[in-house]
Every structure is written in C-alpha cells, then in structure tokens.
C-alpha cells in the first residue's frame, strides 16, 4: 500500500530534490514535482506519465501554488506527502545585503513553503492525514557561520513554523517535520543556487574567506550523499517514524551536539540571575 502514496516535492530539478523525485519514481511512487522551469525538469526526469506529473511553479505566486495542488489532486485524488525543498543559499553580512536581497531570500525559502502548506492543508485535513517535510538546513539550528545571517534567518524560521504547524495539525492526523541537511554534494553552492552580495565591504574579512571556502573548497567536496538522504526521507514515511525535528548527516549531527552543550551551559551561568525575575 505504501507504495502507492503521492507526493508533492517543490524545488525538484536539482539536488536532494531531484534525488528524492528520482528514487520515489523508481520505487513506484507517484510523485508530483515542481520546478521554475519545466524544461529543467523534464530534461532530468523525461515527460509525464502514470506516476510522475513535472509541474511548473512560482512558489511565491499563490495561484501558481494552489493550481499544482489542483493538479495533482485531479490526477492522483490526493496527496499524502509534500516536501517543501525549494530554495537558494543566500551568501553577505547583514549589513552588505540590501532590503531587497533579504526579502527577496525570505519570498522563496519561507513564503514559498508557507503558499504550498496554506493549499495542501484543506485535503491533508479532509482526509485525515499527511507529512509534511519542510527542508531547513543545519544552519537553521545554528547560525555561527559569518555571511549566512540572512539565509540562516530564512532556515530559523522554517524550523519555527514547522514546530507550530506540527502542534496545530496533530488534531487531524498529519505530521510535520523540518529536516536540518548538513553539507551534501549537490548543486546548492554553485553560481546557480548561491546568490552573493550585490554591494560587498572590503572590511568583512572573516565572511569573504567564508564565501571563498564554500565556493571553492567545499563546493563538489561535500560529505553527504544526497540519494542516501532520500532514502531516509522515504523510510521514516514507510515506518511511521517522522519525527519532529530530523537532522542529516554526521556533520549536521556534530554542529547540533555543539551548540547544545553551548545553550547548556549559557543556561547554567546564569540561572539563579535570570529566573529570579518572578513578583515576589
């Protein structure tokens, strides 16, 4: 039965998208995907068929939006799992980026999944069930990465509504998990994916060796096998196992370890000073 499940995967012409799209079809599945441009898709992925519908979306658009849901629904009669992948890395401090950059960055990695859940969630809750994965990144857990403010901005704030929108729709049997991928060898550092700033200042230092080192060095070099993490999307939907919060990837784990032990001991310093603040 599992594998006739549909789902709903945006930002699917390249990287864990397009991993996820392809091992999902080959499993027999049926898969809905979305892409800004179809032609992208379909060049990786080939035409429509019975278990494959490639879409072209403007996620920040929400018609756009809610005719791909439509669709899917009158092909398939429902949906059972969205992933809200989508996005683009945005590199500058934030004082180099302009307004129009960071919101801009804000429009398609948090608005563009918030269109996607505000049109899914009618037939999630008709039916009485559904997943929703919403694709953050470790640096929505962590944001000590000098020139990622605005991204990691973004990615907080996925992980902020995915936790809220979990507690409003337990009710109706659907779950919600938001996924905090480490470094995985996919396009996402590329000139494509990765906007820098418009307007540099020569005075960051520290953030344009960032910036040189991911587009440089790690760019092609990093650890995690994107088709690996597919897999273990698909596996903790077959199992009944979507947890909360679900972090990928052996780096992903030691940054999160990290800043844990840091909250642990930032609370321990101060505790007798900062709940002291009752009425007496």
Known sequence: ?????????????????????????????????????????????????????????????????????????????????????????????????????????????????????????????AQQSGNIFNISSIGGFTGNFPGWGIYCATKFAVAGFTESLAAEAKAFGISATVVYPGYFRTSFLSKESLNTPINEIAAYKEAREVQALHETQISGNQPGDPDKAAAVLIDVVKNGTAPLHLFLGQDAYELAKSKLVTIQKDLAAHETLATATNFS
Do not use: C
């Open 1 to 125: 039965m599992d594998t006739q499940k549909v789902w709903f995967v945006t930002g699917a012409s390249k990287g864990l998208g397009l991993s996820l799209v392809k091992k999902l079809v080959n499993e027999g599945y049926k898969v809905a995907a979305t892409s800004r441009k179809l032609e992208d898709l379909t060049q990786e992925m080939g035409e429509g068929s019975d278990v494959f519908l490639p879409l072209q979306v403007d996620l920040v658009n929400e018609q756009s939006v809610a005719n791909a849901i439509a669709e899917t629904v009158a092909k398939w009669g429902t949906i059972e799992v969205v992933v809200n992948n989508a996005g683009y890395g945005q590199l500058g401090t934030l004082e180099e980026l302009s307004d129009a950059e960071a919101r801009q960055n804000f429009d398609v990695n948090v608005f563009g999944s918030l269109n996607v859940i505000r049109s899914v969630m009618p037939h999630f809750r």
